[in-house]
């Protein structure tokens, strides 16, 4: 039952979405989250669950890491734009910001070259670098949770 509500809650929020009622998809899809988490609840009872994402090769986490990478890349000239950050913060943001960019490029080349450990240590501190880069400009990101890959 709840599932079938949920479903139709985001077929509403893609709607208001599509029409650029952003705001009100945005609260759509947390009732459509509700109504999921209750099922769960209902359902599962106390049992726990771990939804982590893990990668069934060193392939997919690169590309994982790669994504999640890219996801940063692109939250930092929004944080800019947004936040306006001080041109001693726009100093460090660029510098983190190049150096994330010189990290990503060697990551590749390392996975190019079948080194499949080091490109991931390099995708992973190239991320790092923008994550600095986003507290520079004034957002704070929490903590990740869970086991580090």
């Known amino acids: 039952r709840e599932l079938s509500g949920a479903l139709a809650l985001v077929a509403s ?3 208001q ?3 650029q009622r952003y705001e009100e998809s945005a609260k759509t899809l947390a009732q459509a ?9 209902r359902v599962l009872a106390s049992t726990t669950l771990d939804y982590t ?6 392939l997919e986490e690169f590309q994982q890491e790669l994504s999640r990478q890219r996801g940063f ?4 000239p929004l944080a800019v734009q947004d936040l306006r950050p ?7 943001i660029e510098r983190y910001t190049d150096t994330s960019q010189t990290l990503r490029a060697q990551a590749l080349q390392h996975f190019e070259g079948g080194d499949i450990t080091q490109a991931l240590a390099h ?5 790092l670098y923008l994550q ?3 507290l520079a400009a004034g957002l704070v990101a929490p903590t990740p949770t869970g086991t580090p890959p």
Do not use: H
Request: hydrophobic fraction near 45%; glycine fraction near 2%; charge should be positive.
């Open 123 to 127: 995708i992973r501190n190239a991320t």
């Open 73 to 76: 890349a692109d939250l930092v």
């Open 13 to 15: 929020a893609r709607q």
């Open 86 to 92: 001080r041109p001693d913060a726009m100093a460090l």
């Open 33 to 41: 989250e509700r109504q999921v988490l209750e099922g769960m609840n």
């Open 132 to 134: 600095r880069a986003l």
């Open 53 to 58: 994402v893990r990668p069934a090769s060193p």
């Open 17 to 19: 979405a599509q029409e």
